[in-house]
């Protein structure tokens, strides 16, 4: 379990719904600054997140020194457009249209 507050919103992995897993394209090492694997997860008010780890050019990147990155573990907060854009990369058809219908337009 882990929990985390970001701009007063509580997000904690045992309380919300696992939705998939959800990460970097395959082929990258884990020692790759662009490699990063979350799972990502809706909360029982319906704000999106992920809880994962990556490198210093991935989303879990932290600045570090006056002017460099380093890759991070945590929980990052998701806007509804951002967990929909990340969801297409990883996650199937049925996934998607099961977690984010109401997000989602006909073509």
């Known amino acids: ?5 970001i701009n007063g919103k509580i997000f904690n992995t045992a309380t919300a ?3 998939g897993s959800i990460g970097s394209p395959g082929g ?3 020692s790759d ?3 990063w694997e979350a799972t990502l997860y809706r909360s ?4 999106y997140f992920m809880e994962g780890e990556g490198g210093a050019r991935s989303p879990f990147a932290q600045p570090y020194n006056t002017n460099g990155w380093i890759g991070s573990a945590g929980i990052v ?3 509804p457009e951002d967990a929909v854009a990340y969801a297409e990369k ?3 058809s049925d996934t998607l249209l099961e977690h984010f219908a109401d ?3 006909e073509g």
């Open 77 to 79: 907060a998701l806007s």
């Open 28 to 30: 990258l090492s884990v």
């Open 103 to 105: 997000h989602l337009t």
């Open 17 to 19: 719904t696992e939705i």
């Open 44 to 47: 029982p008010k319906g704000n």
């Open 33 to 35: 600054f662009w490699f």
């Open 1 to 5: 379990m882990t929990k985390a507050i």
């Open 90 to 92: 990883s996650l199937s």
